[in-house]
Nanobody, 130 residues
């Protein structure tokens, strides 16, 4: 079993920055591909960013490219999402998720799909005021 705990959310003005963290425990973190998703009220859960187990491949949804950066520290069992130039439309609950069961080939094709991930955190609220 894996536990994922997000932190770092909060209220920020448009143009500001936040750094989300997701601490993992329970299985070898360095073997997991990790993703960040978000869900705004009344909307479906949306892919935001993903990183492979080695950190060698990064993926982003177009709307956050150039503003958000995903990274990981395998020694600390933690994945991060640095969010800069925040916009009101970034307001959502942000979730981290872990994938342990898919090959690099499968992950490369499907990293954006919530169904690919095996474990989820409880979420952290990000609110961006205009």
């Amino acid at each position: 079993q894996v536990a994922l705990v997000e932190s770092g959310g909060g209220l920020v003005q448009a143009g500001g920055s936040l750094r989300l963290s997701c601490a993992a425990s329970g299985r070898t973190f360095s073997m997991s591909n990790m993703g960040w998703f978000r869900q705004a009220p009344g909307k479906e859960r949306e892919f935001v960013a993903a990183i492979t187990w080695s950190g060698g491949s990064l993926y982003y949804v177009d709307s956050v490219k150039g503003r958000f950066t995903i990274s990981r520290d395998n020694a600390k069992n933690t994945v991060y999402l640095q969010m800069n130039s925040l916009k009101p439309e970034d307001t959502a609950v942000y979730y981290c998720a872990a994938d342990y069961n898919d090959s690099a080939t499968v992950y490369r094709r499907s990293y954006y799909a919530p169904t690919l991930y095996d474990y989820w955190g409880q979420g952290t609220q990000v609110t961006v005021s205009s």
